[in-house]
């Protein structure tokens, strides 16, 4: 065995692979320098896992399954995901972003079992953008921290063992 048939994916792309990775890591990394959950591995993950059952399901088009159907599929599966991520602190919910994010991580996996690899990194960093960009304005405009946001800023706190 050749060291080309050890590293061959086929029918699977290795820039579909890295692009899917890299996207779910630059999000990712964003989340977990906050303290987030939905970090570098779990992003990375979800965006690797996105393309690989929706390639599959191209792949399969029209034998026996529709790759719309798998979509609808990845869809609710994220949809518990984000709610995994969500939960209610004090009469607030928390997550709701993180939630959202998963969301679209599944969202640009897709785009990337669709061949819109250089798509993808641009949405993957306008992601990056508007959750820094956001936090950036909440904390300098004052007229941002106001409501919801003025009252509830719960951030996650790991526990050390002694």
Same mark, same amino acid.
Not at 20 to 28: E, L, M, V, W, Y
Not at 58 to 71: A, C, F, K, N, W
Not at 81 to 89: E, F, I, R, S
């Given at each position: 065995m050749?060291?080309?048939?050890i590293?061959?994916?086929e029918p ?5 692979i890295?692009?899917?990775?890299f996207c779910?890591?630059i999000?990712g990394?964003?989340?977990?320098f906050?303290g987030k ?6 992003s ?8 690989l059952f ?16 798998v979509v609808?599929? @990845? =869809?609710t599966?994220? $949809?518990?995901?984000?709610?995994g991520?969500?939960l209610?602190?004090? #009469?607030?919910? /928390?997550?709701v ?6 969301w679209?991580?599944?969202a640009?996996g897709?785009m990337?079992?669709s061949?819109y ?6 949405l993957a960093i306008i992601? @990056? =953008?508007?959750l820094? $960009?956001v936090?950036?304005?909440?904390r300098?405009?004052k007229?941002? #921290?106001?409501? /919801?946001y003025a009252?509830?800023?719960f951030?996650?706190?790991?526990f050390?063992?002694?």
């Amino acid at each position: 065995m050749t060291l080309l048939q050890i590293f061959n994916i086929e029918p699977y792309q290795w820039s579909s692979i890295g692009t899917s990775i890299f996207c779910g890591a630059i999000i990712g990394l964003e989340r977990q320098f906050k303290g987030k959950p939905v970090g570098i591995r779990t992003s990375s993950l979800i965006t690797l896992g996105t393309y690989l059952f929706l390639s599959t399901a191209y792949l399969l088009q029209g034998q026996i399954v529709d790759p719309s159907r798998v979509v609808g599929q @990845v =869809i609710t599966g994220i $949809g518990f995901l984000g709610a995994g991520v969500m939960l209610a602190k004090e #009469g607030a919910v /928390v997550g709701v972003t993180s939630a959202a994010t998963i969301w679209v991580l599944a969202a640009i996996g897709v785009m990337i079992s669709s061949d819109y690899l250089m798509s993808a990194i641009k949405l993957a960093i306008i992601v @990056v =953008i508007i959750l820094a $960009g956001v936090d950036y304005l909440e904390r300098n405009v004052k007229s941002l #921290g106001r409501g /919801v946001y003025a009252s509830v800023k719960f951030p996650f706190k790991r526990f050390k063992s002694k």
